[in-house]
């Protein structure tokens, strides 16, 4: 990264830094104006009432529209439908001011909830880590191995995470197992795959100097093997947390208890649109967060040849 393309790239890049924020600051901000625009109550509801005949105010309100209860809200104040953008930050600053508060199962802080999904997430992601690694390992530098186990990590590989749910609860008998495992499941075939990849791609250069020196098998898996393939590593390992913060969220509403699924569910049935849109928010937040910290990762064991 030392010579002068490389430090040219790194030049270029840092110019446009500066330049990339202000535009995504300007994206952000007309983002919000059309949200704004889009959810300015209307204020003919009470007249487009009058207007409606008896038959047609029925059939509004079977299909859950009752056009004198929105009248009554304007009329007082209140907001119904699609929340506005003062209105979520409002409930977002509700929730980030006080984010460990606990009244009950169904009425707890952001913070716990996210604190019971990070949980499962990492704990689901370890087990996946210490099998998937070995194995990969062990499957990289055995051609025939390999070629013995492709077909069955092939079709195990496609099968949604959720799809192993119903299984799970019935044999493990418990909601919280059960998301881990799950997370388990759809985290260990990325890794597996990667670390298999990346064992079978170093190169026969740096195996055939290790031969030459005698190396033991061991060292040479440690000293040589792993470093070579860490950045692949790395990226399986990138590509399973992803996956496994996509589907916590569907996981958790499913088994209910806690977790930011749970959140969004439940306050999906209390009709909170602001709430809902808040956990999104929180969750791509830190579907952000883990994607970084993994890509700092990845930076760190890469190397140049």
Known sequence: MNSPDGIRMKRVLQAQGPRAALLSLLLFLMLAFVWHVATVPVASAAGGAANLTPEEIE?????????????????????????????????????????FYDNGPNDKGIAIQLGHSLARVGLGFLLACLVAVPLGFVIGMSPLLRRALDPYIQVLKPISPLAW???????????????????????????????AFGVAAVR?????????????????????????????????????M????????????LVGGTGIGYFVWNEWNNLSLSNVIFAITVIGVVGMLLDLLFGRLQKAVTYVE
């Open 59 to 99: 059939y509004l309100k079977m299909m859950g529209k009752d056009p004198g209860a929105a009248a009554g809200a304007s009329a007082s104040g209140k907001q119904g439908g699609f929340p506005a953008p003062a209105e979520f930050a409002r409930t977002a600053w509700k929730h980030l001011s006080n984010p």
């Open 165 to 195: 749910m119903p299984l799970a609860l019935y044999t493990i008998k418990d909601s919280s197992a059960s998301g881990i495992f799950v997370i388990f499941i759809c985290s260990v075939w990325p890794m597996l795959i990667n670390t």
């Open 204 to 240: 026969r250069d740096w195996l055939n100097v290790a031969a030459t020196l005698e190396v033991s098998p061991l060292r040479k898996a440690f000293l040589v093997i792993l470093p070579a393939a860490a950045p692949t590593i790395v990226t399986g390992m990138r590509i399973s």
């Open 242 to 253: 992803g996956i496994a913060w996509l589907v916590i969220v569907a996981a958790e509403m």
